[in-house]
């Protein structure tokens, strides 16, 4: 769909603003994060990405990312321009509680969107790279959580992340992150976790378990309030949560 005029202006001034020559404010981060537009160029539109609505992010960001401990080590795969993890630096329970995150890392292949997110959160290490390959980059012991939006569906990949190979991304990157992290948050394609009653796992989810041992936990409720603020689309999708600590070694690949 070709964006607006206003929507246009606006993705232009964002990019005055990542191209800026000083650091940005708090108020210009938050300008580009919301206006800058992915299908402003053919190469993004190709990349079909869709960045998490803001309200979105901060909802998971206050409640289920959460942070139990200061010094928290945290990892976003398929980062996009960083507002996942951008809420998650700015969650006001951190300041409230001390407990300021330890370290914030942001993995993204598109190099176009590290360059934006590099604007604006600065505090993240930004990593060029296919989240697939993450686990080979020798990034220190385990992230006490990774988070995602990653992108769903059967789309090409490099690699698979286990001995399961399934056809959805969104798998590949839950099994990545199970050799990464203690735990998870992602958000996802609705059946990629349940049918349309919450009670029924999908076929993929049960045999996805079943193969690696991860347990996706459905989240309080799907994300249908946020189906207008994706853009283009209006995908049915929820998040999902999973502890690794006892399953990390069925997500290694054969």
């Given at each position: 769909m070709p964006l607006t005029r206003e929507q246009t202006r606006r993705h232009l001034t964002a990019m005055d603003l990542?191209?800026?020559?000083r650091p940005l404010t708090r108020t210009e981060r938050e300008f580009v994060l919301d206006h800058y537009q992915p299908s402003a160029s053919t190469s993004q539109a190709l990349d079909g990405a869709y960045f998490t609505p803001r309200s979105?992010?901060?909802q998971l960001a206050m409640h289920d990312i959460g942070c139990d401990r200061p010094g928290e080590r945290?990892?976003?795969?398929?980062?996009?321009?960083?507002?996942?993890?951008?809420e998650t630096l700015i969650d006001p329970d951190r300041e409230l509680k001390s407990m300021p995150l330890g370290e914030l890392?942001?993995?993204?292949?598109?190099?176009?969107?590290?360059?934006v997110g590099k604007r604006v959160l600065p505090e993240a290490t930004w990593i060029c790279d296919d989240v697939l390959a993450v686990p080979d980059l020798n990034l220190g012991g385990p992230f006490d959580v990774a988070i995602s939006n990653p992108p769903f569906g059967a789309i090409a990949r490099s690699r698979d992340a286990l001995s399961y190979r399934a056809r959805q991304f969104e798998y590949h990157v839950i099994a990545t992150a199970a050799r990464l992290a203690r735990r998870g948050v992602f958000i996802v394609p609705r059946r990629s976790v349940h049918e349309e009653n919450p009670a029924e796992r999908t076929a993929d989810?049960?045999?996805f378990t079943r193969e690696?041992?991860?347990?996706l936990e459905r989240w309080w409720g799907d994300a249908d309030d946020w189906r207008d603020q994706w853009g283009p689309v209006t995908p049915r999708?929820?998040?999902?949560?999973?502890?690794?600590?006892?399953v990390r070694r069925a997500a290694v690949p054969a």
């Open positions: 990542v191209d800026a020559d979105l992010a901060h945290i990892i976003d795969l398929a980062a996009g321009i960083g507002r996942l993890a951008y890392v942001c993995v993204e292949k598109n190099p176009e969107y590290v360059r989810c049960v045999r690696t041992g991860i347990e999708v929820t998040v999902t949560a999973a502890d690794f600590r006892h």
